[in-house]
């Protein structure tokens, strides 16, 4: 009997990645320099968010995605942190709410105007002030509407009730910086990866650990629940420091199920997965490759299906909603490409070559939408509930009807030696004292100048006041 290779037919076999044209891209954009392991850029139907290099404090562009080509270099930011921004998410049931983290130990909640910034946004519509050190991380809860959650450097992750504006839970299982968290479907459990090389699956809302892998030969840097099939996906280091990638049953974590190596790449590897086509997409930082995967149940449970190749080498990237996608061009996925060396966002489709134009049903199954599942209230007191699906045939164009409202706090105040600590915030770091010092004596030098300027007009006007009273009508 012969031997034969055997051939997993896939309807997404022949998948492509395809370039948009340069006038569709965003171009003269000061992408941020910073390190840190994020992706740096949100994006959703309407906008999208890319930090920024900014001198003094953290800033972030927001963009409607019609307004392609050459972006101004006086465009307006949002420029209200401290900090550097580390990490931004758009709320995912209100398009014009972003969440944003920073090096100023807050977590902002902003409201993008209609048709995008006319000036420099300061105010934010809500200040979270919880952790005691930078805060790296934020995500919003997939099914409920105003809980977000975010992840600082004191090692602790905070649950935010946005309707009331304070945090409402605090996980603390962590002995070492959180570097990525991850969602199942309905948003009952979350994965955690840390630097304690530890992988964690949590009850968010007691703080259980449920299950925990201590990953010594597979160093994990980040994981991302893989839909419902009850899989967890990791990417991280094998022990001769190679790029690897691990499969995890949610319910075990004693073993990995399949572990691959990928290359010997140094950067990171970023996952993502699309739970519609379960198709799972690795991206490099540092290097121009997309290489994507489809997840099955059964083994190998992960098959090779083919790699998008690029010479720019890209730093963070983000990702389109499922209602923001072309789905007459038959497009399953939408990347942002941040490209520092040229200033430029690049976005990038992922298309199955079908001919015909009719919506194509098989690639494009119900999905979840912009309507939440449930209240802060209910998912608070034990509530789960699947995401509520939207069929992308007639609903994709839909804006969600959902507005925030920021809660009304009273004005607390905390006065020391007549100074009120809370409207006046003492400086944590070396640099914000230094920033504070040259503000205050910026400030003194423009008061002197107006000082020197009224001194001379009072003396203009005392002359004026002596002619008059030595003018011949007045004798």
């Known amino acids: 009997m012969s031997w034969r290779p055997q051939y997993r037919s ?26 840190h392991d994020n992706h ?12 920024t290099e900014s001198a003094g404090g953290g800033s972030f562009l927001v963009i409607p995605l019609q307004q392609t080509g050459r972006i101004e270099p006086n465009y307006p930011k949002v420029c209200g942190h401290q900090g550097n921004v580390l990490d931004i998410k758009w709320n995912p049931f209100i398009d014009n709410i972003i969440a944003s983290c ?35 991380l934020v995500e919003w809860h997939p099914t409920t509407n105003n809980i977000l959650f975010s992840a600082g450097y004191d090692y602790k992750v905070l649950i935010w009730n946005l309707d009331v504006g304070e945090p409402v839970k605090m996980i603390d299982c962590h002995s070492d910086v959180i570097l990525c968290m991850s969602f199942n479907t309905d948003g009952s459990l979350l994965t955690t990866t840390c630097k304690d090389k530890k992988l964690r699956v949590i009850e968010p809302r007691s703080g259980r650990v449920l299950q925990e892998a201590n990953c010594k030969n597979h160093r994990v840097n980040r994981v991302v629940f893989l839909g419902n099939m009850k899989r967890l996906l990791t990417t991280g280091v094998s022990r001769w420091n190679t790029r690897q990638i691990a499969l995890w049953d949610q319910e075990d974590l004693s073993m990995p199920l399949i572990e691959e190596e990928i290359d010997g790449l140094s950067g990171l590897l970023f996952p993502f997965y699309d739970a519609d086509t379960h198709m799972l997409y690795l991206a490099g930082k540092g290097d121009g490759n997309i290489r994507y995967y489809e997840i099955s149940t059964e083994k190998p449970f992960l098959s090779y299906l083919m790699e998008f190749r690029s010479p720019a080498p890209q730093k963070g990237l983000g990702v389109m909603p499922k209602h923001g996608l072309d789905v007459s061009a038959c497009e399953v996925f939408r990347f942002y490409k941040l490209v520092t060396l040229k200033g430029l966002i690049e976005p990038i489709s992922m ?51 959902m507005v925030f409202k920021a809660p009304i706090k009273e004005k607390k105040s905390v006065v020391v030696n007549g100074i009120d600590l809370l409207e006046n915030v003492p400086p944590r770091t070396e640099n914000e004292l230094l920033r504070m010092f040259f503000r205050q004596q910026d400030e003194i030098r423009r008061l002197k100048e107006e000082l020197a300027q009224k001194d001379i007009r009072i003396r203009q006007l005392q002359l004026e006041l002596r002619n008059l009273l030595n003018s011949p009508k007045n004798c």
């Open 10 to 35: 896939s309807k997404f076999r022949n998948v492509y990645g395809k370039v948009a044209n340069r006038e569709h891209c965003f171009d003269g954009i000061p992408i941020t320099k910073n390190v």
């Open 40 to 51: 740096f850029c949100a994006v959703n139907a309407r906008f999208l968010a890319i930090v």
């Open 102 to 136: 920073s090096e100023d130990t807050s977590v902002r909640i902003w409201e993008i105007p209609e048709g995008g910034l006319k000036r420099n946004m300061t105010e934010a519509l809500l200040e979270l002030h919880g952790h005691s050190r930078r805060v790296g």
């Open 351 to 401: 298309i199955v070559p079908r001919r015909s134009d009719s919506y194509q049903e098989d690639i494009y199954p119900m999905t979840p939408g912009t309507e939440p599942a449930l209240t802060p209230d209910e998912w608070l007191g034990g509530i789960n509930r699947d995401p509520v699906l939207m069929s992308l045939k007639e609903g994709y164009k839909k804006s969600s009807k």
